[in-house]
């Protein structure tokens, strides 16, 4: 697999304190990785690092292939776009004039492309407005416009949702799945928002003290936190019968249980078994949310 970024054993150590303690992490390209942990895991320090804003106390990360301690970072930085902490615009500027000054700062005389990323983020008709009287939702969206000044194919966000209304949190995520979608942006979202991280990643890594506990992909998380109900009854040999003519999707779990995927009529379930002198003793609902899937891996409790 071909991946955006990849750490290996990433340490980032402030006097002794250990933020991030040997991370390792791979995002593949094409994909929106939900980077999840409690406040203070380090998730921000990591996010830091491969924006080259601090250098990495121990270990290394590639970008695109290249290594961080190469000459090649520097052009593969390029190809990155990031709204770290709070979106960097200035407040007494429109949006079109944040984007044109972005433009400036990268050196980019052309600035043909305004209107359509303006369109792209919501924020076309927003005219002689300027940023210190927009929403939260309406600055982050330009926080991620200037961030697309380069054309990246790598964007980073730092808690893109914190602090938005329903509506806000809509808007970024139609946002964020337009970007990678039709333009094929790779994203890394970090976030402990995990409802609706669950709506949009098609990966997530684990954060937990400075550590990745675990990796997995969407498909991988739906097929362990899968929906199902949990039967329980005399002997699955005649229920196995009744199920297979039913055409129901099942696993056997032991002699007396079974998890059944399909959707299922209780009641007709119930007289095909009764002919089999087969009984149900309980139904239990089974399956994971990401939140419960998250608790299980690194606890409850307190933050940091
Ligand atoms: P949050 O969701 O609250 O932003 P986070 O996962 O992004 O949390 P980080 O900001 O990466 O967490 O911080 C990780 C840990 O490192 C925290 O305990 C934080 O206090 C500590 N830390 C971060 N920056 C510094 C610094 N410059 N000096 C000392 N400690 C720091």
């Known amino acids: 697999m071909e991946y955006c970024l990849e750490t290996n054993g990433l340490c980032k150590y402030y006097k002794g304190f250990k933020a991030l303690d040997g991370l390792s992490m791979h995002v593949p390209k094409g994909a929106i990785y939900g980077f999840i942990g409690k406040n203070g895991a380090g998730k921000t320090t990591l996010i830091r690092l491969i924006c080259g804003l601090q250098e990495p106390t121990r270990g290394s990360y590639t970008l695109y292939g290249e290594k961080n301690t190469g000459t090649g970072i520097y052009a593969m930085r390029r190809r990155m776009g990031g709204v770290v902490e709070t979106p960097s615009i200035y407040l007494d500027m429109t949006a079109k004039e944040n984007l044109m000054q972005q433009y400036r700062i990268l050196g980019v005389p052309s600035t043909d492309e305004?209107?359509?990323?303006?369109?792209?983020?919501?924020?076309?008709?927003t005219g002689k407005k300027r940023a210190k009287n927009f929403s939260l939702g309406m600055r982050q969206r330009l926080g991620i416009a200037i961030a697309l000044c380069g054309s990246p194919d790598f964007?980073?966000?730092?808690?893109?949702?914190?602090?938005?209304?329903?509506?806000?949190?809509?808007?970024?995520?139609?946002?964020?799945?337009?970007?990678?979608?039709?333009?094929?942006?790779?994203?890394?979202?970090?976030?402990?928002?995990?409802?609706?991280?669950?709506?949009?990643?098609?990966?997530?890594?684990?954060?937990?003290?400075?550590?990745?506990?675990?990796?997995?992909?969407?498909?991988?998380?739906?097929?362990?936190?899968?929906?199902?109900?949990?039967?329980?009854?005399?002997?699955?040999?005649?229920?196995?019968?009744?199920?297979?003519?039913?055409?129901?999707?099942?696993?056997?779990?032991?002699?007396?249980?079974?998890?059944?995927?399909?959707?299922?009529?209780?009641?007709?379930?119930?007289?095909?078994?009764?002919?089999?002198?087969?009984?149900?003793?309980?139904?239990?609902?089974?399956?994971?949310?990401?939140?419960?899937?998250?608790?299980?891996?690194?606890?409850?409790?307190?933050?940091?």
């Open 114 to 125: 305004i209107l359509e990323l303006l369109k792209l983020v919501g924020l076309e008709n």
């Open 155 to 304: 964007l980073v966000l730092d808690e893109p949702v914190n602090g938005l209304d329903p509506q806000g949190i809509v808007e970024m995520r139609e946002l964020i799945l337009k970007l990678n979608r039709e333009k094929q942006i790779t994203v890394l979202i970090s976030s402990h928002i995990l409802d609706e991280l669950s709506k949009l990643a098609t990966h997530y890594g684990f954060i937990d003290k400075g550590r990745l506990v675990r990796e997995i992909s969407a498909s991988e998380m739906e097929a362990e936190c899968r929906k199902c109900k949990r039967l329980t009854v005399n002997d699955t040999k005649p229920l196995c019968r009744v199920m297979d003519e039913m055409k129901i999707e099942y696993s056997i779990v032991s002699d007396t249980e079974a998890d059944i995927y399909s959707q299922i009529s209780v009641t007709e379930l119930t007289m095909a078994l009764a002919k089999e002198n087969c009984e149900i003793l309980s139904i239990t609902e089974r399956g994971d949310s990401l939140e419960k899937y998250y608790i299980n891996l690194v606890g409850g409790g307190d933050d940091e």
